[in-house]
């Protein structure tokens, strides 16, 4: 195979974009991005997650103190979660559960962040949100998560009707979106009415065109997450269909939204995740933002952008027609 060599070049937020899209685009250049332990040092992995959750405690009060939902915290199937009810909900919305499943490259986002993005997706989308705590390596890698994330599921179907349920998640969190409802319809159990996966890390072997292309590019990831993905994968084979459900068989999928942006280290995923759904009879969508990068516009997409907002109003209308 010949590789195509591109000149050194500079690439400016382009026109096309408002301009708290192009300011984020900007910021985000001079931003360095993450820096991973190898993926054999877990104790430097543990000392990485305890920061993260110490900053993370810091920086969600404020906006768990702002929230207009109520956030309760409790078990649901054994699993520690936290459900966000908007204070007002819009006719029609009564009943309506979203269960999200955070991001934060498998390995961060317990604690707080979970709290916090409960808290953030109930306000955007004024639909009960129930945002699952689980499991994390290096204590806990896989299959733990997803596992979390379907005992949560089996147990919320008891008291909730799965035509009423939407699971989706961001990044890893698309991951365990896919991974989990296909752990529950191998095990019989009734598909949610839809999946949401956004800039959804579906395959661990990271092959992907993006995964190239892109590198640098995405002003959120800069580049491949193997050593991540290799702590939470814990020697399994990232072709598993349960570490990257883009190797699964989607007979039976309920209908999916996949969302991504063209700077998106992640729009291989997306691209092929929805031809795979597609092939297999699926009804999917996919969304592409111009010049957005992993997980939107600004930090954890905090929905500052037109364009964060329109990909709020994309996931609410995807809910209201399939449940």
């Known amino acids: ?39 054999d040092d877990l104790e430097a992995w543990r000392t990485a997650v305890a920061e993260s959750r110490a900053m993370w405690e810091a920086v969600s009060a404020p906006i768990l103190a702002a929230a207009r939902a109520s956030v309760q915290t409790r078990p649901i199937g054994g699993v520690t979660c936290h459900v966000a009810t908007p204070t007002e909900l819009a006719k029609g919305d009564e009943g309506r559960v979203y269960l999200f499943l955070h991001g934060g490259a498998f390995v961060f986002g317990d604690g707080a962040y979970a709290k916090m993005q409960g808290a953030l997706q109930a306000d955007r989308l004024g639909v009960t949100t129930i945002s699952v705590d689980y499991r994390t390596p290096p204590e806990h890698p896989f299959p733990a998560a997803p596992r979390d994330c379907l005992e949560v599921y089996r147990a919320l179907i008891e008291s909730t009707s799965p035509a009423r349920i939407v699971v989706g998640g961001s990044s890893a969190g698309g991951n365990l979106a896919a991974s989990m409802v296909l752990m529950a319809l191998a095990e019989g159990l009734p598909a949610p009415a839809g999946v949401v996966l956004l800039t959804p890390e579906v395959d661990l072997t990271e092959s992907g065109d993006s ?56 729009l291989s995923n997306s691209v092929l995740m929805h031809r795979k759904l597609r092939q297999a009879g699926v009804e999917a969508e996919l969304h592409c933002w111009e010049a957005m990068p992993h997980a939107g516009f600004g930090p954890f997409g905090s929905g500052d952008s037109p364009e964060n907002r329109e990909i709020d109003d994309e996931v609410l209308r995807f809910i209201r027609r399939v449940t």
């Open 1 to 39: 195979m010949v590789p195509i060599s591109l000149p050194a070049r500079d690439i400016p937020p382009p026109a096309t974009i408002s301009a708290k899209a192009q300011a984020a685009l900007a910021e985000g250049a001079v931003t360095p991005g993450p820096i991973w332990p190898p993926a």
């Open 211 to 266: 995964f190239r292309t892109n590198a640098l590019l995405d002003t959120s990831l800069k580049g491949p997450m193997p050593d991540a993905n290799a702590v939470y994968a814990a020697g399994h084979d990232l072709t598993d269909p349960y570490l990257s459900p883009l190797y699964g068989d989607f007979a039976g999928f309920p209908p999916t939204l996949v969302q991504t942006g063209t700077r998106d280290l992640f």
